[in-house]
């Protein structure tokens, strides 16, 4: 399926507002997409798609702004997706450039400087080092039916946890969590938090 968002426009003497869909037009319902098998394989082969019987998506943009280089498109990948990247959890490939965690060094410096801080890449790859070793502290689990405190922690827990942050060290604690599926089944999984003193002049960061 796609789309396509233009200006109110005119074809001939046929008026047409600005949002137009390629998908299944049998008129049970609007935006539909197609399962024409040989429609896809078509439009597959045209695009040049690589991906063949993978889940996952595919974005075909036929006609991209002249402005849209390469340089561009490297640039946003670095500067919204470094987190997923510098975790392992993404690899994007723009031509024969691939950004992961193994090359983004190299692409990062090829670009324009500024496409992120030294900073926050620096925070992501000590919480990235630190994720496979024990954390600083796990939280009782009993913090899902109130919140987390220092009076929960207990005062030289906290008192230490704060010494440490103001230390500048990287904190990394873990909460226990209890989560429930659609048919009620519970499944124990945690989140973890890592937490740092902002350098001299930076702005303080929150990463999700």
Not at 6 to 22: A, C, K, M, P, Q
Not at 23 to 36: A, F, L, N, Y
Not at 190 to 207: C, E, P, Q, T, V
Request: aromatic letters at 6%; proline letters at 4%; charged letters at 30%.
């Amino acid at each position: 399926m796609g789309q396509a968002v233009l200006r109110n426009h005119t074809i001939g003497e046929v008026e047409s507002d600005s949002v137009g869909f390629w998908c299944r037009s049998d008129g049970r319902k609007r935006g539909v997409p197609t399962d024409d098998r040989e429609l896809c394989l078509t439009l597959r082969e045209a695009a040049h798609l690589s991906r063949r019987n993978q889940a996952g998506l595919s974005l075909i943009i036929p006609f991209v702004l002249p402005e849209i280089t390469k340089e561009l498109i490297l640039t946003a990948t670095i500067r919204n997706y470094y987190f997923p990247i510098l975790t392992e959890r993404l690899t994007v490939f723009v031509d024969e450039t691939e950004v992961s965690a193994r090359t983004f060094d190299t692409v990062a410096t090829s670009l324009p400087e500024g496409a992120v801080s030294s900073s926050v890449l620096n925070f992501v790859r000590q919480m990235r080092e630190c994720g496979d070793a024990a954390p600083s502290l796990v939280i009782a689990p009993e913090w899902q039916r109130t919140h987390i405190s220092g009076e929960m922690l207990g005062a030289e827990v906290a008192a230490n946890l704060r010494e440490r942050f103001r230390n500048g060290e990287l904190i990394f604690v873990r909460a226990p969590l209890t989560i429930k599926d659609k048919d009620n089944q519970s499944y124990k999984t945690s989140i973890d938090l890592f937490k740092k003193k902002r350098g001299r002049g930076k702005r303080a960061r929150r990463l999700l």
